[in-house]
């Protein structure tokens, strides 16, 4: 049976997600054939990936919930994508980038073109530099850099993340496509933590170009009306009350909290149990 994980982003949310993950390395689960990780993810699917489990709670536990990260206060720069890339993951938490393209497990991150609003997959069998590309899944516009919505540059196009590409629903279609017959979906969405689900996106979508504008939105409706497919064994770990964290969150003690909460709702879960007693 061949397996996919799928990660979904949220920003500082994925901080659960980061949970879930790192009580997989704790489970002896089965590693899958394919992982989709998206935004704020796909750093740590990375981390898993390359063996590197210890990087996942030292980057979400200790670098990401500061004001060096988040600043409301810099307000042309809010997320410092540079700090996270440069400075926490090439310098004080290398990842293995080379063992991350020689890998048995096909990573697929979605990026949005950001001319265009369509996704695009980039896998770590790529000849494009992978820093790149995970600087692009965390690239959000306005919030990591104010005076431009050009994303960050990987190969000859720029590409930044976008709701319906840091959400689950349109991946798992990918996963399909992939061959997979069982997918896992570990997600961070809570409807109470997002009341205005998916207006503000809209929005600005609609500011954009005419290309961009009907994509996203195509994109948006596809993600609003997903329907568990019938075809796989689909699984799904997400938050069972409200997580009560802002997507731009730097409360250490909050992160910690939620980051266990994602990794016990993972840890205990019946079916992911089943699975290991295969």
């Known amino acids: 049976m061949k397996t996919a994980w799928i990660f979904p982003g949220g920003s500082a949310r994925a901080v659960y997600t980061a949970?879930?993950?790192?009580?997989?390395?704790?489970?002896?689960?089965?590693?899958?054939?394919?992982?989709?990780?998206?935004?704020?993810?796909?750093?740590?699917?990375?981390?898993?990936?390359?063996?590197?489990?210890?990087?996942?709670?030292?980057?979400?536990?200790?670098?990401?919930?500061?004001?060096?990260?988040v600043n409301p206060w810099r307000f042309w720069k809010i997320v410092n994508i540079d700090y996270l890339i440069d400075v926490v993951l090439k310098q004080k938490n290398p990842l293995d980038m080379a063992k991350l393209s020689q890998s048995d497990i096909n990573l697929f991150i979605p990026l949005t073109d950001s001319g265009t609003g369509m996704i695009e997959y980039?896998?770590?069998?790529?000849?494009?530099?992978?820093?790149?590309?995970?600087?692009?899944?965390?690239?959000?516009?306005?919030?990591?850099?104010?005076?431009?919505?050009?994303?960050s540059p990987?190969?000859?196009?720029?590409?930044?993340?976008?709701?319906?590409?840091?959400?689950?629903?349109?991946?798992?279609?990918?996963?399909i496509s992939e061959g997979a017959t069982r997918v896992i979906v570990f997600d961070n969405w809570h409807p109470d933590d997002n009341p205005t689900t998916y207006f503000v996106s809209k929005m600005f979508a609609c500011i954009r170009n005419s290309r961009f504008r009907k994509n996203q939105l195509n994109y948006i409706g596809a993600v609003e009306k997903f329907s568990t497919p019938n075809n796989v064994e689909f699984i799904k770990i997400s938050p069972t009350e409200k997580l009560g964290m802002s997507r731009l969150e730097i409360n250490n003690a909050n992160a910690r909290k939620i980051f266990k909460r994602g990794y016990d709702d993972t840890f205990n879960n019946k079916k992911l149990r089943n699975i290991i007693k295969m």
């Open 19 to 69: 949970g879930a993950l790192s009580a997989v390395c704790d489970m002896n689960l089965p590693r899958p054939d394919v992982i989709i990780a998206a935004s704020g993810s796909a750093p740590t699917s990375v981390c898993y990936i390359t063996g590197q489990y210890n990087i996942i709670p030292k980057v979400w536990l200790e670098s990401l919930s500061t004001k060096t990260f």
């Open 154 to 175: 990987v190969g000859d196009k720029f590409f930044n993340d976008s709701s319906p590409a840091a959400r689950f629903q349109l991946h798992v279609q990918k996963a």
């Open 122 to 151: 980039i896998s770590n069998k790529t000849r494009l530099d992978m820093w790149e590309v995970l600087r692009a899944s965390i690239s959000v516009p306005i919030f990591t850099n104010l005076f431009s919505l050009k994303g």
